[in-house]
């Protein structure tokens, strides 16, 4: 039945990891059985006792959740370790849920895993050790009994009279013996030598391992006290719970969009839990009464009838009250009787609220409110609890803490913005009043490319600058004198040339300023042309940068618009027609494809 060497079976799929594995755990001292599949690893199972089999999560035939549950179906002392490369959280933590005696992720550092392994043979070998007693009946400190072939109780060890005195009078109809038969006759007919079940008496959980005593012709029950373990599994299973739960909620921190709806999926993941009624959200106002934002587990007109009742005069609300005066967890392990809970003693009883817990929550270093947690159970909140809450309160702090701030800074970006406008456009209008002919010109060319950008799908922050740059083009005409600027004629070959300048001072003076737009390199470019015909550089195509491309049409479709002091206005449809005939030779395509249908579909007009 049992085998005293620790040996181990290796299930996994990948031959090679399988044979590393083995060869590490021989030098170890181990005995290694492999298998490469799930119906394998059963069948070698059932060959030996196995003290331990590292399972792969994710095998080709089937689930190693399968497989494990297989093994200790027909090998109860069997301890499992689930190895996963693949699974998610909840698969892994799944497998502790269901027996496992723990998992690893791949790649595991190996000497965490022998670790593992030393504790899961210690375990295994200390149950085999008390059933090795069962051979010596009298010396086994675990309650035994014995039963016939006919199912008839035949005796019991000094543990088991200690344990159940009433059991000889009672006989099959005691607790411990209800089923048995049913178990004797399955021996019989699947030829089953071993089988282990479990059982609650009162507050004490056993294991019954049943097995067939050939040599005496009996059926022999060792009853192990596993109250302890059941106790640890018990918290296993509410920590993996709380675990997942805290990783929904951080998760949701990085995509959480305001506040409500923060609070909103907190309350929501945190009803998930066992045992929990009722979870809340509420703020503080200034009597330190709740003002309820987010709820859980009740409807919404419950919900709003309980808002409404903290409007009351009269109301106390001692919970919250003493949670967020005190800035610390109150725990109240008796809600039917405790009096910071009087007020609300109606819905405590209506909910079937037993116990129940508020943490405060902080933003900016101030307490702004408290989560409310009430459960179905007494004493609900121990210490794992109440320091899991703590962390849900600190991660929610940190998500209204984020957003608060985002809040700010986006008001800050707001602010920042706004004045680099009024600057932009006042440093415009200096240049205007150099040349009072051509007041507006900065801003209409500003108005057009950016309406040029959004026709051509430019983003919000492209866009942004193309509104800068237009209103910064003619900047180096401050460089201009003045008399130039304002002649009413024609400009003689040395002013024009004077006046071709006015591009590269305009770089010269805004080179070093430290835009997120490349404002001065389009300032420079926006008199240059795609066939090289341009100035100053006489730059070709690729060579100059979009923002100096749509610059150059918006400027000139503004120009031939407008009024000068050598011509008059030459209208919109000369305009267009200009930079339509030009097309791909001086201006670029997509550019002036943009421009026309700025105006003729998407209603762009100039003031």
């Known amino acids: 039945m049992m085998n005293k060497s620790p040996k181990l079976l290796v299930i996994d799929d990948d031959p ?312 610390k967890p109150i725990i109240i392990d008796n809600a039917e009787t405790d009096e910071q809970l009087a007020d609300w003693r109606d819905i405590v009883l209506q909910l079937g609220i037993k116990s129940a817990a508020a943490v405060p929550l902080s933003a900016d270093q101030a307490i702004i409110g408290s989560l409310l947690v009430f459960s179905g159970r007494q004493s609900m909140f121990d210490t794992d609890m109440v320091e899991f809450l703590g962390d849900i309160a600190g991660d929610v702090a940190i998500g209204v803490n984020t957003l608060r701030l985002g809040h700010k800074l986006n008001a800050t970006l707001a602010n920042l913005k706004k004045s680099l406008d009024s600057t932009v456009e006042a440093i415009s209008r200096i240049v205007e009043l150099r040349d009072p002919y051509t007041a507006g010109h900065e801003s209409r060319v500003a108005l057009l490319a950016g309406a040029i950008g959004k026709a051509m799908g430019l983003p919000e922050r492209q866009l942004e600058g193309l509104y800068v740059i237009g209103h910064l083009h003619d900047l180096g005409k401050v460089a201009i004198p003045a008399e130039i600027l304002t002649k009413p004629g024609k400009l003689t070959v040395l002013e024009y040339e004077m006046m071709k300048t006015h591009p590269q001072a305009g770089y010269d003076i805004l080179k070093n300023l430290d835009f997120p737009w490349p404002v001065a390199q389009a300032v420079l470019q926006h008199h240059e042309r795609l066939d090289g015909s341009g100035y100053p550089q006489g730059l070709k195509d690729g060579d100059i940068i979009l923002e100096a491309r749509i610059l150059m049409v918006a400027d000139v479709v503004e120009a031939m618009f407008g009024y000068r002091p050598y011509r008059p206005a030459l209208g919109l449809n000369v305009a267009l027609d200009e930079i339509r005939s030009h097309k791909g030779t001086l201006y670029d395509d997509k550019v002036v494809d943009a421009c026309i249908s700025a105006f003729t579909e998407r209603g762009f007009a100039f003031e």
Not at 32 to 51: E, K, M, N, T
Not at 88 to 93: D, F, G, L, P, T
Not at 174 to 202: C, K, N, W, Y
Request: hydrophobic share 45%; with cysteine; aromatic share 6%.
């Open 16 to 327: 090679n990891l399988r044979k590393t594995l083995a060869d590490i755990l021989r030098t170890k001292g181990y005995e290694v059985a492999v298998a490469a599949d799930g119906a394998a690893g059963i069948l070698q199972s059932q060959c030996d006792f196995v003290s331990v089999a590292l399972i792969d999560l994710k095998l080709p035939d089937m689930s190693g959740l399968t497989v494990m549950s297989e093994i200790k179906t027909r090998s109860p002392l069997t301890e499992a370790i689930i190895l996963t490369g693949h699974a998610a959280m909840e698969s892994a933590i799944a497998a502790t849920n269901q027996g496992a005696f723990s998992y690893l992720l791949k790649p595991y550092n190996i000497d965490n895993l022998l670790q593992h392994i030393r504790l899961a043979v210690e375990r295994q070998q200390g149950q085999q050790e008390i059933l090795r007693l069962a051979s010596f009946p009298r010396m086994n400190p675990s309650p035994l009994i014995e039963l016939d072939m006919a199912g008839v109780l035949t005796y019991l060890n000094p543990a088991a009279e200690r344990s159940f005195p009433d059991m000889s009078a009672m006989g099959m109809a005691h607790p411990v013996l209800v089923g048995l038969t049913d178990i004797i006759a399955g021996f019989r007919q699947q030829a089953q030598s071993e089988i282990m079940r479990e059982i609650m008496l009162d507050v004490t959980a056993y294991e019954q391992y049943v097995y067939y005593v050939q040599e005496s012709e009996v059926f022999r029950i060792v009853m192990l006290d596993i109250t302890e373990l059941k106790a640890n599994e018990f918290k296993v299973k509410k920590l993996n719970a709380m675990l997942l739960i805290q990783r929904d909620i951080n998760e949701y921190l990085l995509v959480a969009d305001s506040e409500q709806r923060l609070f909103q999926s907190v309350c929501d993941s945190l009803k998930k839990l066992d045992d929990v009624v009722v979870v809340l959200i509420a703020l503080k106002r200034e009597n330190l009464k709740p003002a309820p934002v987010a709820w859980a587990g009740i409807s919404d007109a419950e919900f709003a009838a309980m808002r409404a009742r903290c409007d009351e005069p009269v109301q106390y609300c001692g919970l919250f009250a003493n949670a967020v005066a005190g800035m």
